[in-house]
């Protein structure tokens, strides 16, 4: 089965600082990884995702991320956060050789803060 | 292009009472999904749609819930009869259908809050 664990449900960081919301993950085979954000009082908006190639992902807002095997990890970093980047952080696994079929597993979600 | 849209943005109904929730995705993608947030949790898969097939329903969590998608445009989830434990948020997702589909990324919708009283 596949999982996806985000150990932190809430990072304050100041503005200007480097942010990284982390997330590990757990499928049978080779992963496709996704980041999505929720703004308040809006749905999901894709971010990055990693299916296969550079381990280092580019997205929107200036963020990106990094996909490490050893680790099985796909932490989501922005060398300079902004206020506007506070909101909720939603890491999602799929395994496409697993019994999942076609369906996202999702972390729990980690809340940013991004102080002035 | 217009993304997906979900109708209502919220509900508030007694258990007991039934809600529809409707999404329409993003014009052309024969892939639909629906998922819920609930209670703060994890976000949780219900059902996937290709057309109007249902491809996978493995998240539903019982015959309470009635999804449907004729014609293979919009969809709609039915819940009835409600109880407290279906409170939470309803998000719809949608993808195109190319050969490499797997890849594809999932456009999600701004969700239903749903709240059963």
């Known amino acids: 089965a596949q999982s996806v664990a985000q150990p932190e449900d809430q990072v304050n960081v100041a503005e200007g600082n480097p942010l990284t919301v982390k997330c590990t993950y757990s499928?049978?085979?080779?992963?496709?990884l996704f980041w999505y954000v929720q703004y308040p009082n809006r749905g999901l908006q894709f971010l990055l995702k990693?299916?296969?190639?550079?381990?280092l992902v580019k997205g929107s807002y200036g963020f990106e991320a990094e996909f490490n095997k050893s680790q099985t990890s796909f932490h989501l970093k922005k060398p300079s956060a902004l206020v506007s980047d506070s909101a909720l952080y939603f890491c999602?696994?799929?395994?496409?050789?697993?019994?999942?079929?076609?369906?996202?597993?999702f972390g729990g979600g980690t809340r940013v803060l991004v102080k002035p | 292009e217009a993304g997906v849209t979900q109708f209502p943005s919220h509900s508030v109904i007694e258990k007991g009472q039934t809600v529809t929730l409707r999404c329409d995705p993003i014009?052309?993608?024969?892939?639909l999904y629906w998922y819920r947030r609930v209670m703060g949790k994890e976000i949780k898969f219900l059902l996937h749609?290709?057309?109007?097939?249902?491809?996978?329903e493995s998240g539903m969590p019982n015959n309470r819930f009635l999804a449907e998608r004729t014609g293979g445009t919009y969809s709609t989830l039915k819940v009835q009869p409600a109880e407290l434990e279906d409170s939470g948020v309803y998000f719809c997702?949608?993808?195109?259908?190319?050969?490499?589909?797997?890849?594809?990324?999932?456009?999600f919708g701004p969700g239903t809050r749903l709240l059963v009283l």
């Open positions: 999602a696994v799929r395994d496409p050789l697993g019994a999942a079929g076609n369906k996202l597993t």
């Open positions: 990693y299916i296969t190639g550079d381990n």
């Open positions: 997702a949608s993808s195109p259908r190319t050969s490499g589909f797997s890849q594809e990324t999932q456009y």
């Open positions: 499928v049978s085979g080779n992963p496709y």
């Open positions: 749609f290709v057309k109007e097939s249902k491809q996978d």
């Open positions: 014009s052309g993608h024969d892939n």
